[in-house]
């Protein structure tokens, strides 16, 4: 089944670690996306890829750090310069730019700071 | 800055009862799509909306584009359990190609 699959699906760290979260998509998607969703927050956009080797800071990029060698992968770094990383992360995929075509997204993975 | 605002942010109706969620746009959108999340769970694509005035019905669930393209509602008929969740808008953000989502209605609904 294509789809795209996040992990972990919880990951507990102490302050002061950098953690990367898994974003793999087997949908031929050109597009990636990460999401940060906090109560009553909505979703906030992280960073953007709509090609390899290429991405796009969001509306929160301050202490996070991604990658895209690869079409299929965008793993996100959550690095300790994040001061309050405690969320849940939601990555998605899309054809073309996303604004044109929905947005397929993972299952999540939720992080929790300790 | 652009901003996509939802209300209201929460809504408790009865099983049965009409339920509708508003999204205002501070610009003028392309278009405007809808997703929900379960709770526990991710965004799902509903639909999206393209023409000025447009109206699309799913089953009970009805969306409507503004004629200004600055605005959009989605109403649910009869609600059941199964529509419990958070309905989220989301419009094109400039020409950056990607989307700004407004905060989400949270729907329960009592049985």
């Known amino acids: 089944d294509g789809g795209i699959t996040q992990s972990p699906k919880y990951l507990f760290r102490k302050e002061g670690q950098n953690v990367t979260l898994s974003c793999e998509q087997n949908?031929?998607?050109?597009?990636m996306y990460w999401y940060r969703q906090d109560p009553g927050q909505g979703l906030r956009l992280i960073y953007y890829s709509q090609i390899v080797n290429d991405f796009q800071k969001g509306d929160i990029a301050e202490g996070y750090s991604v990658s895209r060698e690869k079409k299929e992968s965008f793993p996100l770094t959550v690095t300790s310069a994040q001061k309050n990383p405690t969320a849940f992360y939601l990555c998605?995929?899309?054809?073309?730019?996303?604004?044109?075509?929905?947005?397929?997204f993972g299952e999540g993975s939720r992080l929790t700071v300790l | 800055g652009q901003q996509v605002m939802q209300i209201p942010q929460y809504q408790h109706v009865q099983e049965g009862e009409d339920f509708t969620t508003y999204c205002n746009s501070s610009?003028?959108?392309?278009?405007i799509q809808w997703y929900k999340q379960r709770p526990g769970g991710h965004p799902v694509f509903l639909i999206q909306?393209?023409?000025?005035?447009e109206v699309k019905k799913q089953k009970r669930l009805t969306f409507q584009f503004g004629e200004a393209k600055k605005n959009s509602s989605l109403h649910i008929t009869a609600t059941q359990t199964t529509d419990v969740g958070t309905y989220f808008c989301a419009g094109p953000k400039g020409s950056q190609g990607n989307l700004i989502f407004g905060k989400g209605t949270k729907l329960s609904v009592k049985p």
């Open positions: 949908l031929n998607h050109d597009a």
């Open positions: 998605a995929s899309s054809i073309g730019s996303g604004v044109s075509g929905e947005l397929f």
């Open positions: 610009t003028t959108l392309s278009n």
């Open positions: 909306l393209v023409k000025s005035g």
